[in-house]
């Protein structure tokens, strides 16, 4: 297995652990520069998405993954983990149907992942 896929899977395990719900990956790195993988998944509630985000930045620390940068804040609705390779975008539902990444991208290959 390549690394980005390592780390998608990484980061969808985390977010699993924290029951999140909606997890996709889609292999955006056919069509941009802007990195291989996006995952994107939704919380319930503001605690839900920082226990995903906590989730998330742990395991991929532990399994040695660097994060490039952070931005946006649970109460905006709307995190992004930046881990060059791979994108992650956690949201509420409200922000998620908003901003559509998931139909945005409908031309990449995509893998939903079991609530």
Request: aromatic residues 8%; proline residues 0%; hydrophobic residues 40%.
């Amino acid at each position: 297995m390549d690394r980005e896929l390592e780390m998608v899977e990484c980061a969808v395990n985390a977010l699993q652990e924290k029951m999140a719900h909606d997890v996709v990956s889609l292999h955006v790195g056919t069509v941009t520069a802007i990195t291989d993988y996006f995952v994107i998944a939704t919380g319930n509630s503001k605690t839900q998405i920082d226990a995903m985000v906590d989730g998330v930045e742990e395991s991929m620390k532990d399994s040695g993954y660097e994060l490039i940068a952070r931005e946006g804040k649970s109460q905006g609705g709307w995190i992004l983990l930046d881990y060059n390779d791979v994108v992650i975008h956690i949201f509420d539902q409200e922000m998620r149907e908003f901003y559509n990444l998931d139909n945005s991208w409908r031309d990449v290959e995509r893998k939903t992942y079991l609530d």
